[in-house]
T-cell receptor, first 115, second 111 residues
Framework: KAGVTQTPRYLIKTRGQQVTLSCSPI?????VSWYQQTPGQGLQFLFE???????NKGNFPGRFSGRQFSNSRSEMNVSTLELGDSALYLC??????????????FGPGTRLTVL | DAKTTQPNSMESNEEEPVHLPCNHS???????IHWYRQLPSQGPEYVIH???SNVNNRMASLAIAEDRKSSTLILHRATLRDAAVYYC????????????FGRGTSLIVHP
């Protein structure tokens, strides 16, 4: 079974631009979560999508948004990029909504650099 | 979410057992204990999880203290491939759950 795939793997943007990242979950998985990982803040939860609806959201500004399609694929958008948005963006999928007892499967991440 | 405390780094020799500790003194009765690891240049990878009883799988064992205020991830024979950052995470059974990863323990494995 193919794992979680993320595209693109690397991206360079300039301040003020916007960016869209894509995530394809494991086949049959209906929940997709997004995380931001930086050396300073570590791994931080952005949001979770399940059945095309945002179910949970971390503490990030409204410039960070996402959506999920009917085939469970998800996209994450960051508008008006800032230097501090440079990070590894990770997508994780799970069969059902993220709960205390189930595991998440992470993709390799998209490395975003904002100049 | 209840917090976890892990050592910043640990070292081991190849083919020796490794015991990675995690303290979670404010754990609630419904918190599951999860372990993930992140190899260099990869996304985190699920390792194991448990609630009260010790757990074993093909990757590792999880030993949970009787009072549940601490746990230990046991790698029975460390390999170079086990060099990674190991995260101990508590997951509450509640509905609006915000996954929280701490800083983790960086495991260095010497050949």
């Amino acid at each position: 079974k193919a794992g979680v795939t993320q595209t693109p793997r690397y991206l360079i943007k300039t301040r003020g631009q916007q960016v869209t990242l894509s995530c394809s979950p494991i086949s049959g998985h209906r929940s997709v979560s997004w995380y931001q990982q930086t050396p300073g803040q570590g791994l931080q939860f952005l949001f979770e999508y399940f059945s095309e609806t945002q179910r949970n959201k971390g503490n990030f500004p409204g410039r960070f948004s996402g959506r999920q399609f009917s085939n469970s694929r998800s996209e994450m958008n960051v508008s008006t990029l800032e230097l501090g948005d440079s990070a590894l963006y990770l997508c994780a999928s799970s069969l059902e909504r993220v709960r205390s007892y189930n595991e998440q499967f992470f993709g390799p991440g998209t490395r975003l650099t904002v100049l | 979410d209840a917090k976890t405390t892990q050592p910043n780094s640990m070292e081991s020799n190849e083919e020796e057992p490794v015991h990675l500790p995690c303290n979670h003194s404010t754990i609630s009765g419904t918190d599951y204990i999860h372990w993930y690891r992140q190899l260099p240049s990869q996304g985190p990878e699920y390792v194991i999880h448990g609630l009260t009883s010790n757990v074993n799988n093909r990757m590792a064992s999880l030993a949970i203290a009787e009072d549940r205020k601490s746990s230990t991830l046991i790698l029975h024979r460390a390999t170079l491939r086990d060099a990674a950052v190991y995260y101990c995470i508590l997951r509450d059974i509640g509905g609006s759950y915000i996954p929280t990863f701490g800083r983790g323990t960086s495991l260095i494995v010497h050949p």
